[in-house]
């Protein structure tokens, strides 16, 4: 497969993001119950386009990338969160997370951020280990603080400097 090319998410990508959507959800990264019908707009007053950056080919969307403020505060302005990433099932293990995770990075810049933060599940580690080895690192920890499947994970917190 041909490198995915990055772009900022369009309104008409709704329907194909809420398929992603559902078909990426797992356990594995979510907290909140699976999907079910009626599916509500991908987009919505809270989650516009300017927020997504998309890895698309050929084949269509392959991935999102969310990218949007932690907080509203004029004090944290200059920190960025990745608040979601998701990768379908057929471009695993081809690049497409961790382009989207540099893109991520680059339009953090682009935006003036200097920092860039995430959370991820304890238990994720292919995530982990994607977020690593692109320069984040753990920053802090809350034990337990989700109850996912059957067990109880840990909430981990990463950044890096940008």
Same mark, same amino acid.
């Given at each position: @497969?041909?490198?995915?090319?990055?772009?900022?998410?369009?309104?008409?990508?709704?329907?194909?993001?809420?398929?992603?959507?559902?078909?990426?959800?797992?356990?594995?990264?979510? *907290?909140?119950?699976?999907?079910?019908?009626?599916?509500?707009?991908?987009?919505?007053?809270?989650?516009?386009?300017?927020?997504?950056?998309? =890895? #698309?080919?050929?084949?269509?969307?392959? +991935?999102?990338?969310?990218?949007?403020?932690?907080?509203?505060?004029?004090?944290? %302005?200059?920190?960025?969160?990745?608040?979601?990433?998701? *990768?379908?099932?057929? %471009?695993?293990?081809?690049?497409?997370?961790?382009?989207?995770?540099?893109?991520?990075?680059?339009?953090?810049?682009?935006?003036? =951020?200097?920092?860039?933060?995430?959370?991820?599940? +304890?238990?994720?580690?292919?995530?982990?280990?994607?977020? #690593?080895?692109?320069?984040?690192?753990?920053?802090?920890?809350?034990? +337990?603080?989700?109850?996912?499947?059957? #067990?109880?994970?840990?909430?981990?917190? @990463?950044?890096?400097?940008?």
């Amino acid at each position: @497969m041909p490198d995915p090319q990055i772009r900022s998410a369009r309104l008409d990508d709704d329907g194909e993001l809420s398929a992603l959507d559902r078909a990426t959800w797992s356990p594995l990264h979510a *907290v909140t119950p699976e999907p079910e019908p009626p599916y509500p707009p991908f987009f919505d007053e809270r989650h516009s386009p300017d927020g997504y950056l998309v =890895a #698309e080919s050929g084949e269509g969307l392959l +991935g999102y990338v969310r990218i949007a403020h932690p907080t509203p505060l004029a004090s944290n %302005a200059h920190v960025l969160a990745i608040q979601g990433l998701a *990768v379908s099932e057929r %471009a695993r293990g081809r690049g497409v997370g961790r382009a989207l995770v540099r893109a991520a990075v680059e339009e953090a810049r682009r935006r003036g =951020a200097r920092r860039l933060t995430l959370r991820v599940l +304890g238990h994720n580690k292919p995530a982990r280990a994607l977020y #690593e080895s692109e320069g984040f690192t753990v920053e802090g920890v809350l034990p +337990g603080e989700f109850h996912v499947g059957g #067990e109880y994970v840990d909430d981990v917190f @990463m950044g890096r400097s940008l």
